[in-house]
């Protein structure tokens, strides 16, 4: 079995990077924002800082399990939050080190793909338990489903950040 090109490598990393961004986009606004304190905002950089003898990789890598691993996976559905700081952060960094001169070297494109499809799984996951409560009160238990599958699908054509108005103000937020 050969190994996958590097044009295919970032195909499906794309991919998965814009399901993940639909899945972002339409997280249930029950959930609470993230916070600059939190695990997300304190390991996951906003810039492309790496270690040069380490690679970009290790560097991504790095924040990824000090924030993902290890822990339950309730403990892990609690990391899915949203705003600034939230999953949205995590995106934005596995997008910023994917384009990195050299990501590829040592399965790099690979090995975020796989962190992206982590994601997508456990945002799936998180959608499919708040939504229920929803769906049960609202209609038609497909309705679940739908909504699931629509949240996945959405895709911004130009890749472009949302508009600042579309960001909830994590100072101002306050849970129901």
């Known amino acids: ?39 997300i905002g304190k390991y996951f950089p906003d810039k492309a800082e790496y270690d040069e003898e380490e690679g970009p990789y290790f560097t991504f890598n790095k924040a990824y399990e000090r924030v993902f691993q290890g822990l339950a996976e ?13 999953i ?13 001169s050299g990501i590829e070297k040592n399965n790099g494109l690979v090995l975020i793909a796989a962190r992206a499809l982590d994601l997508v799984e456990l945002c799936k996951t998180v959608i499919a338990k708040v939504i229920p ?22 895709q911004d054509e130009d890749n472009e950040p949302r508009d600042k108005e579309d960001e909830p103000n994590d100072k101002d937020y306050r849970p129901k």
Not at 74 to 86: A, I
């Open 1 to 39: 079995m050969s190994e996958p090109s590097l044009e295919e490598q970032q195909k499906h990393l794309q991919q998965l990077l814009n399901s993940l961004k639909g899945l972002i986009k339409n997280l249930p606004l029950s959930l609470p924002c993230g916070a600059k304190e939190g695990p």
């Open 74 to 86: 309730s403990d892990r559905e609690l990391l899915v939050m949203r705003g600034k700081y939230g």
């Open 88 to 100: 949205e952060r995590v995106h934005t960094c596995m997008t910023i080190f994917s384009k990195i």
């Open 133 to 154: 409560s929803k769906a049960n009160t609202c209609g038609p238990a497909e309705r679940k489903q739908t909504l699931l599958s629509k949240a996945a699908a959405v």
